[in-house]
């Protein structure tokens, strides 16, 4: 069923690009390539959740399990004191990850006091060519303080992430240039990177984006859905500290 879902998807791509021009061919295959990878992440999970029902039966009712996930040298939005910690791992080039900025935004505003949030990169370079630049462009300006002026300059800028693209966003978001470039392409900087999507791979991330409220993994990914785990946090902090 799954194999003709992904035959479907390719063909409608097909067809809904035989009179486009030729300047959009490129966005097409972009969608094309997020399909695929989407319904292979569905079919993977299927697999592990078929392969999983015997235990679940087995074991009943169990609390949602909560990861460990270190925050370390990742950006932060918010007190860093704060409770409650939600974890993001995204992909600068993914559409979804941009339509998810907002929905972000609105819980940090809901929560100024009480929640954080912890950016950590994940991206998809099978599917996004110029994710792992993007990622890296971000990390090096996190290096001058200024994370998070790059990382809505660059999800303003999708479709539009070369390196000549990310230099000129760099100068804009007011970068020591010759600086970022140093930083873009030292180890560190790689290292972090590398470090990041390892822990997103051990904690079951295998698609973008991922989101984990005090280790809980966002499932729905409404803000609905936010708001219950967080209240939920908060609960349990206030009752460790009654």
Same mark, same amino acid.
């Given at each position: ?52 029902? =015997?235990?679940?039966? %087995? ?19 918010? =007190? ?20 998810? !900025? ?117 499932? !729905?990914?409404?803000?609905? %859905? ?17």
């Amino acid at each position: 069923m799954l194999r003709a879902a992904t035959l479907t998807a390719v063909a409608l791509v097909a067809v809904g690009g035989c009179d486009r021009r030729s300047e959009d061919l490129e966005e097409i295959r972009r969608d094309q390539r997020e399909i695929l990878f989407r319904l292979g992440s569905l079919t993977k999970a299927i697999e592990q959740a078929g392969s999983r029902a =015997p235990a679940a039966a %087995e074991l009943g009712n169990q609390p949602p399990k909560a990861y460990e996930i270190a925050l370390g040298e990742s950006p932060v939005k918010g =007190p860093r004191d704060a409770p409650v910690t939600i974890v993001e791992f995204s992909d600068f080039q993914c559409p979804g990850c941009k339509t998810y !900025q907002g929905l972000m935004n609105q819980v940090l505003q809901l929560y100024p006091k009480e929640v954080k949030l912890v950016y950590k990169e994940f991206p998809l370079a099978d599917i996004h060519a110029n994710a792992v630049n993007a990622a890296k462009a971000a990390l090096a300006a996190g290096r001058q303080g200024k994370f998070w002026e790059m990382h809505d300059m660059i999800y303003q800028n999708q479709d539009k992430l070369g390196m000549e693209n990310l230099k000129d966003y760099a100068q804009k978001v007011g970068l020591d240039v010759l600086r970022w470039e140093q930083d873009f392409s030292s180890p560190e900087v790689q290292q972090q990177l590398s470090r990041e999507a390892s822990e997103g791979r051990a904690v079951g991330v295998d698609s973008t984006p991922s989101f984990f409220v005090n280790g809980r993994r966002i499932t !729905q990914g409404t803000v609905e %859905e936010f708001k219950l785990l967080i209240r939920e946090a908060l609960d349990g902090y206030r009752g460790k500290t009654a």
